[in-house]
């Protein structure tokens, strides 16, 4: 049938011929359709309704391909006349996704759908009553500003297959009997509520509309988010949209119940030959936070199929991460740990003819449309044995792989189960010289471990088939995939071939060098773990691939640090000043707050002497317009010490490079004009080293070459790092590794691993916002 006729079809049965032409376009849901109208007309002879028409579109549209074959069931029923709404339709096609194999139990199936069940007026009426009495009081006090909706919710619960149309209209009836018509009072505007402003959330946009789709805005932290998230309960696999069901399924699913005991299991899956990256942080925030959320257990499992690219230091630097972020896993594992089970069951695919030893190169096989494998049809016995000859090293490397016969989505053909590596294997060691792939190993362990929810990112998408193809050609259990849109930051790279050359290259020191977006780089510099799963939170959960300005991560860094951080006083271009007239006999202590604005959580004690160092920001030789601080004719206050300054004279070297300034002081208390500023300072200092960090990268996508040319090691800010020697209070002299600090005036600051005793260094994490007039 073509376009023309598909079209008169679907207008005969009442749909509008713009809806028709939309549906005409459509093969899938057309092809549904047809069967739909075909299946109606078997049951008489008459024209379709507009109404039964509308069902059967409902059914066409709606119905998930595991229940496909059940569409002349349904649409019978529409015809008969015995499923007449759709709520009674929708009813009937959850009975039928929550049974999708074998006959139909008609009884069972009537009854989940309400067939033969007829719900009087006077039913409606009394159910109607007995809700109005029971909210009579708020009624009457509300009016007619009281929200029916619950009403008709409570109403409908105890009335399953009671119209709609006349549940609303009974309860408007009983309502206007009970308040008489609407007065001038009801009709007027009701009074305006003040609205409370919601915090500001990172949100990317998206046109994304799957289960997974879920905003940020009402969840600060990713357990709220992930409780939100609409993902298939456990054991129910089979109701996801692309879940391929075999007559084994069920059975397998029920096996799966008892072992698991219906918990939510994830995992997160890391190869272990690099870094982890603030990318990982989202998987690792969704995986294990959707497993908290619904009270289950997230796996933690190394991916170690590929030795030749394995290190310990970064097994050891992927658990370190995933327990800095707060996340404990429920156990450790490693895709190795099933090497023979995995290869036992690539002999069980040879023998069922879906797997089979090839010959052909990597390069051939590489692309789209690479050449068939001749070897794609060779006997079983003969690839059973090649296979068992490449275990037993008697193949190059590269001159013989396992292959499934099996199609991606992306129309890769029959991709690699096994290649021959002739590399220690760092559990393992010389035991195996075949290895297996991702393609092949991920499902496969997702299986043994009984995961419900396979959440991966977006590029995965592609596999989901074969991810299922596999697990039923072998009858296991199956897994439901589901996948979320990647993390990207703007102005830095996270290949990790890409931060191993910047590392050899040295324009880096090592992975945890703080200007790059690995996690150990991001903890070194100072972010909160706490910060960086808010910022996953914010980004909420959805299948497009969202980037991200870094200055978004850092807000979150900086209101978390904002709280936690203490204050001090550290002056990083420190400026000698002498007070002339300084009013004390001896070094004064001064109580400084930690927290300025909640002073009750603690203070730290500075010292005030007749020296002090202030930031050679705060004086201007030349006075300059808007310029708040320390000039000739411009005096200046002292954060705490309750003393303004002035300036008497300036002291220069032979080069003409300022030294000192010398001042006189006045008490703030009895100072005739208030000062316009009041600077930080220190006093009998101790001296730190300070690193400076700016972006690594120039441009926004270093690695575009639209952007850059001439390559991302073209692009590198030669002023990314800068260090400063910085006089300090010695109230941080206790300051420990990773230990946090805001520097008044200046920014939140991290303790360096490469202090030592003699000698603290400090790390940028971010700069405060610039004050107007730089007060």
Known sequence: MDGPDLVNLFVGIGLSEVKAKETAKNSNVSANLKSCINAASSVSSDEISK???????????????????????????????????ELRLNAAMDYLISNPLGDVDIKAFEESCGVGVVVTPEQIEQEVEKVIKKYQAELVEKRY???????????????????????????????????????????????????????????????NKENLEVDSDSASTITELMKKVQFHKPGENFKTDGYVITEKTMDLLKEHLKITGGQVRTRFPPEPNGILHIGHAKAININFGYAAANDGVCFLRYDDTNPEKEEEKFFVGIKDMVEWLGYKPYQITHSSDNFDQLYEWAKVLI?????????????????????????????????????????????????????????????????????IKYVAHHRTGDRWCIYPTYDYTHCLCDSIEHITHSLCTKEFQSRRSSYYWLCNALDIYCP????????????????????????????????????????????????????INNFCAGMGVTGAQM?????????????????TAPRSMVVLAPLKVTITNFPFDAPSTIEVPDFPKEV??????????????????????????????????????????????SLENVKKDASGQIVELEVKCTSSATCQEKPKAFIHWVSNPMFVEVRLYERLFQHQNPEDINEVPGGFLSDINPHSLSVVEAAADKSISGAKVYDKFQFERVGYFSVDPDSTGDKLIFNRTVMLKEDAGKS
């Open 51 to 85: 109404a039964h028409g509308m069902l059967l579109y409902h059914i066409a549209t709606k119905i998930k391909p595991q229940i496909s074959m059940q569409i002349p069931l349904l649409s019978r029923y529409v015809a008969e006349g015995k499923i007449d709404s």
């Open 547 to 563: 980037g991200v300005d870094p200055q978004k991560l850092e807000a979150v860094v900086k209101d978390t640090l904002d709280v």
């Open 480 to 531: 439901v995939q589901w996948e979320y849109g990647r993390l990207n930051v703007y102005y830095t790279v996270v290949s990790k071939r890409k931060i191993a050359k910047l590392i050899t290259e040295k324009i880096v020191h090592d992975w945890d060098d703080p200007r790059l977006f690995t996690l150990t780089a991001l903890r070194r510099r100072g972010f909160p773990p706490e910060a």
């Open 145 to 207: 500003r009281f929200n029916v909706g619950p009403l008709m919710s409570e109403v409908r619960n105890n009335l399953k297959w009671g119209d709609g149309k006349v549940i609303k209209s009974e309860i408007e009836l009983q309502v206007l009997s009970l308040l008489g018509p609407k007065t001038e009072a009801d009709l007027a505007p009701p009074p305006k509520v003040e609205k409370v402003a919601k915090p500001k959330a990172t949100k990317p946009t998206s046109s």
């Open 351 to 419: 023998k069922k003819g879906l797997a089979y030893v090839c010959h052909q190169k990597a390069e051939e096989m590489k692309g789209f449309n690479p050449v068939p494998s001749p070897w794609r049809e060779r006997p079983v016995n003969e690839s059973l044995q090649l296979f068992e000859d490449m275990k037993n090293g008697m193949f190059e490397e590269g001159a013989a792989t396992l292959r499934m016969k099996v199609t991606l989505e992306e129309g890769k053909l029959d991709p690699v189960a096994y290649r």
């Open 600 to 645: 009750q959580r603690g203070s730290h004690s500075v010292t005030l002497d007749r020296v002090i160092y202030i930031d050679r920001s705060d004086f201007r030789e030349v006075e300059e317009k808007g310029y708040r601080r320390l000039t000739k004719g411009q005096a200046v206050g002292l954060r705490y010490a309750g003393l303004v300054i």
